[in-house]
């Protein structure tokens, strides 16, 4: 089937602008998580979804930075007023989750193919 | 906090040969998942293997298999007939199974993998 997609593939900004990062997952899979690949700080969790429950907004590293999931479904990653430092790739993953398969099988993440972002 | 570590940030292998990826981890939990994913130039993340720290049994998955030591806090990647497509960029993961905790993976920074004729 169909595996997690992401969208825009390349986005380029100017500083103060705002972003939006898509993510599509793979059907039927209840946990959606983003992460961030950057230079410096390698991959960095940032924020996990899973079904209705209240996001995992842990590793979200400014107030710039939000998500939302509607529908259980399609995730938007928003990064309000970008900054140089926000320049990254920008993973976005999916689980299983819920099921009778073997836990790990459920809770193993596949990825999408990311968002370059560049802010320039 | 947990912790994964790569030392080798390069390797290199002759295709045909066999090369070992190295990947140690820090936890005082005694169940957790280890995972090995590759990233090739196309930036997806594939899985390519995973463990289950409670089994003794290594993982394999044809080509790939992996060495756990649990003591040791181990987790190395061997792939054995190396093909040109093996290069790229390969990541050790860590997830916690305590309830409560983010369902996050905690990577290592990653062993860049060239596959040479």
């Known amino acids: 089937g169909a595996g997690v997609s992401q969208s825009p593939s390349n986005k380029v900004t100017e500083k103060g602008k705002d972003v939006e990062l898509r993510c599509d997952p793979i059907?039927?899979?209840?946990?959606l998580y983003w992460y961030r690949q950057s230079l410096g700080q390698g991959l960095e969790f940032l924020i996990y979804?899973?079904?209705?429950?209240?996001?995992?907004k842990s590793g979200l590293p400014s107030d710039r930075f939000s998500a939302e999931r509607t529908g259980g479904s399609v995730s938007t990653l928003t990064i309000q007023r970008t900054q140089q430092e926000d320049s990254a790739v920008y993973l976005c993953?999916?689980?299983?989750?819920?099921?009778?398969?073997?836990?790990?099988?459920?809770?193993?993440?596949?990825f999408g193919p990311g968002t370059r972002l560049l802010v320039l | 906090a947990q912790t994964v570590t790569q030392s080798q940030p390069e390797m290199s292998v002759q295709e045909a040969e066999t090369v070992t990826l190295s990947c140690t981890y820090d936890?005082?939990?005694?169940?957790?998942?280890l995972f090995w994913y590759k990233q090739p130039p196309s930036r997806q993340m594939i899985l390519v293997i995973r463990?289950?720290?409670?089994?003794?049994q290594n993982a394999t998955e044809n080509r790939f298999s992996v060495n756990f030591q649990k003591a040791a806090k181990s987790f190395s990647l061997k792939i054995s007939d190396s093909q040109l497509g093996d290069a790229a960029m390969y990541f050790c993961?860590?997830?916690?199974?305590?309830?409560?905790?983010?369902?996050?993976?905690?990577f290592g920074t990653g062993t860049r993998l060239q596959v040479t004729l």
């Open positions: 993953a999916s689980s299983l989750w819920g099921g009778t398969s073997g836990r790990a099988v459920r809770e193993t993440q596949y």
């Open positions: 059907s039927g899979h209840t946990a």
């Open positions: 979804f899973q079904g209705n429950s209240a996001p995992d």
């Open positions: 936890t005082s939990e005694s169940d957790y998942y």
């Open positions: 463990q289950e720290a409670y089994k003794q």
């Open positions: 993961a860590y997830r916690s199974l305590i309830t409560g905790t983010a369902s996050k993976l905690t």
